[in-house]
């Protein structure tokens, strides 16, 4: 029999205890693609979106070609993470010999039933895609929907089901834009963002006390939270409809592990971040601070009309592509290229078009130089 040799193993669930059983009584398995090949393969697709030297993949690990056709068909961009999160559950599949493999996406119907099955409240997963044994006892779910967990593996021989969180070695949770701040540019927050972001409170508490001023930080993100407020934002980021039993990453060498969530301080270095100028942008809600950007720039404001040198502006590219998407005028402020007139060596919009990056907040998972058997050891004892 397997000697569970962690003290803190005792506070884990059974569906936790078996799953650390079984996949650490299991071979090693190495992810397919390496970083370095998925970031390459991310690379060379968003610069010529075709299938044709890409088709290993269909055999390889059939959901990034998955992913990659429905950018295609559907003229959308893929984010690398994504390409990470379909080699991780290939491997995980890999390691327990699910072998058949099903495309949800091309199904109408994408909600694995579980309504008769004792598996807590979980009575229904949306799926991205599926991998199960031959016999249909042991089934991998790759979830789709943005508001759960990633990942849910099912044994229907030993009647258990555990949520997995799929994470690269460097990862982000959840990356909510903050309240918008007034014309003083002082970070503020708001009944409405603590009620559905309260894993984030205490960081922003934090920043407000220490009167934390977007502007004067526009260029580089504060990371300047305590341990407490960052540990609270990374357990509560995975509570109710997203809780997760484990993180899914993989090692130095590329073997596929899984971790315990509530053990993730004793294998990770966590941080806070805060940036200025977050993912996400708005029409402009600092109209004066807008202006006064704009003198810095020596443009030329006639009514709603903006007139300003080719020098003082930089092309910014969409994300996940190569295209150029709009001129920056700074960090903060931006104007979609469309909605840009060339004029010789000057650019005009206007004063209306111009949009404007909301600040977001995240806390930051670094796995560093994992090794497998090191966690194996940690986990296991002898037979």
Request: proline share 4%; aromatic share 10%.
């Amino acid at each position: 029999m397997i000697t569970l040799i962690m003290e803190s193993l005792k506070t884990f669930t059974d569906p936790q205890k078996k799953m650390l059983v079984s996949f650490y009584n299991l071979p090693p398995v190495k992810v397919k693609l390496t970083k370095i090949e998925r970031d390459q393969i991310w690379n060379d697709f968003k610069k010529q979106k075709s299938l044709h030297k890409f088709e290993y993949l269909n055999e390889l690990v059939p959901a990034v070609f998955s992913q990659m056709s429905r950018a295609i068909t559907n003229n959308k961009k893929i984010q690398p993470a994504v390409f990470s999160e379909c080699v991780y559950s290939q491997a995980i599949a890999d390691k327990y010999q699910l072998s058949i493999f099903e495309n949800y996406m091309e199904h109408q119907v994408k909600k694995l039933d579980l309504k008769n099955q004792k598996f807590g409240e979980i009575s229904e997963l949306v799926v991205r895609y599926l991998f199960q044994s031959t016999d249909g006892q042991r089934v991998l779910v790759q979830a789709g929907s943005g508001g759960a967990v990633d990942c849910a593996y099912i044994s229907y021989e030993d009647n258990y089901l555990t949520k997995i969180e799929l994470k690269e070695p460097y990862a982000r949770t959840s990356t909510p834009d903050l309240p918008k701040y007034s014309e003083d540019g002082y970070l503020v927050s708001s009944e409405k963002f603590e009620k559905k972001h309260p894993q984030y409170k205490s960081m922003i508490e934090e920043q407000i006390q220490k009167e934390l001023n977007i502007f004067k930080h526009i260029g580089s993100n504060v990371s300047n939270f305590s341990a407490e407020s960052i540990a609270s934002a990374i357990s509560g980021s995975y509570k109710e409809d997203k809780f997760a039993d484990f993180y899914c990453t993989e090692d130095a060498e590329g073997f596929i592990i899984i971790l315990p969530v509530i053990d993730v301080h004793k294998w990770a270095t966590l941080e806070g971040e805060l940036r200025p100028t977050g993912r996400n942008s708005y029409k402009v809600w600092t109209p004066i601070k807008l202006i006064q950007t704009l003198e810095s720039v020596d443009a030329e404001i006639i009514g709603q009309r903006v007139r300003v040198h080719m020098s003082k502006l930089e092309p910014r590219k969409a994300r996940g592509g190569e295209n150029i998407s709009g001129l920056k005028i700074t960090p903060l402020f931006w104007v979609r290229i469309e909605n840009v007139t060339f004029d010789g060596e000057f650019r005009i919009f206007s004063l209306n078009k111009v949009m404007q990056h909301i600040s977001d907040v995240t806390a930051k998972i670094k796995f560093g130089n994992l090794n497998y058997q090191q966690i194996c050891n940690h986990y296991l004892g002898s037979v």
